[in-house]
């Protein structure tokens, strides 16, 4: 694996005075585009063809004849055949010759593969490199062992579908769309082979997925994506920041929940089930008197993440909760990166980054202020790996 000795020496040899911010042009990147021209740092998003509309045209950068930014925030976007392909030596070496430091998020670890990122890609990247494959459920050390070595709650494990006994969720990939969810949910055993058969016939999960699904009891209660920021630069204050809170919108799930319950009931069978693909986000602020859960739960993570995967967690990361009747947390997922919904930032940041920075103030602006600090601070290999 690349380590973080290799990524300072890479960086070392960058011109410190041209550092740009690259990320894959996907999942969250217009936030990191944004944030980065907030911070005057220059950004080049790494397109797919077909997908590179976003970034290429519509977010481009427009410039008067000063230079001045007058519209737009994506300053550069390299079209490529497909994402995977940023791992070609020659881009590799083109990221390097121009100054990149790259930006991970989930697009980045799907489309070009974890092992990949780990062991190929000789980009510095700002956060954790080590941290990246404990988001891969299928990995015997994933987050879920580190949510337990860190003492934070998360669903009870159902080890085998005949033990449910109250309402669980099965956790898998769509059998067609890989990158998205195939979970569904069931409180019995026969509910667990009705549901499954009818998914696997309909073509939305496969068998040998389903033997490798993880099921949980279902936490009845609201979710919250607590974006966080980790900073080792900080001193004199919290490393640890809270900087905003999102919720998600599914697809069919959402509109499901809309359709009064009788008129559910009449809906034919390849309807009954909903499908929980994530389609968007919003913003939401939790209770004060439960913040200081958040922070705790914030501070076990990064805590263990340093005791087991040196040098811990850096830069931006999700802890994805749910909260039930007795106002207890349980982290159900974990993104050791830019969290999925951090668009909700853009351009009006978030009430906790913006009342701790007193300005507005985004997941993707503090991964830009963070670069901006540790320039100023000499330090820029404490932030990348």
């Known amino acids: 694996m690349l380590g973080p000795r290799e990524a300072g020496t890479l960086i070392a040899q960058y011109d410190r005075r041209a550092l740009q911010l690259g990320v894959t042009g996907s999942h969250s990147a217009l936030d990191v585009c944004d944030g980065a021209a907030d911070e005057g740092v220059p950004n080049v998003a790494f397109c797919e063809r077909g997908r590179d509309a976003t970034y290429s045209r519509y977010f481009r950068t427009v410039r008067d004849g000063a230079g001045a930014r007058v519209r737009g925030c994506v300053d550069r976007a390299i079209v490529l055949a497909k994402f995977g392909d940023q791992l070609a030596p020659r881009w590799q070496t083109w990221m390097q010759k121009n100054n990149i430091v790259y930006v991970p998020n989930r697009s980045f670890t799907s489309y070009l593969s974890v092992e990949k990122i780990e062991n190929e890609f000789r980009v510095p990247l700002l956060g954790s490199r080590n941290l990246l494959r404990i988001e891969e459920r299928e990995e015997k050390d ?25 309402l669980a969720i099965v956790k898998l990939h769509h059998k067609t769309k890989r990158l998205e969810r195939g979970f569904f949910t069931c409180a019995s055993y026969k509910e667990f082979q009705d549901k499954s058969r009818r998914l696997i016939k309909d073509g939305v999960i496969a068998k040998e997925d389903l033997a490798n699904a993880r099921i949980e009891r279902y936490v009845v209660g609201p979710v919250f994506n607590c974006n966080f920021f980790y900073s080792p630069l900080t001193k004199g204050a919290s490393k640890l920041e809270l900087l905003g809170v999102d919720w998600r919108f599914e697809s069919s799930l959402d509109g499901h929940v809309r359709i009064p319950a009788a008129q559910q009931l009449t809906l034919p069978e390849h309807q009954m089930i909903p499908e929980m693909t994530v389609v968007g986000h919003n913003t939401a602020t939790i209770r004060e008197s439960l913040l200081e859960k958040v922070f705790a739960m914030g501070e076990k993570f990064v805590a263990a993440a340093a005791k087991h995967y040196k040098p811990g967690i850096i830069g931006p990361f999700c802890l994805q909760t749910v909260v039930d ?13 830019v969290g999925g919904g951090t668009n909700v930032h853009v351009g009006v940041g978030h009430p906790y980054g913006n009342a701790l920075w007193r300005r507005p103030m985004s997941t993707g602006r503090r991964v830009a202020l963070e670069l901006r600090r540790a320039l100023e601070q000499d330090a820029l290999e404490k932030i990348v790996t």
């Open 142 to 166: 994933n987050y879920y062992t580190l949510l337990r070595k860190a003492g934070i709650s998360y669903p009870e494990h159902v080890s085998d579908p005949t033990k449910i006994r109250e």
């Open 325 to 337: 009747a007795d106002m207890k947390f349980y982290v159900y997922d974990v993104a050791p990166r």
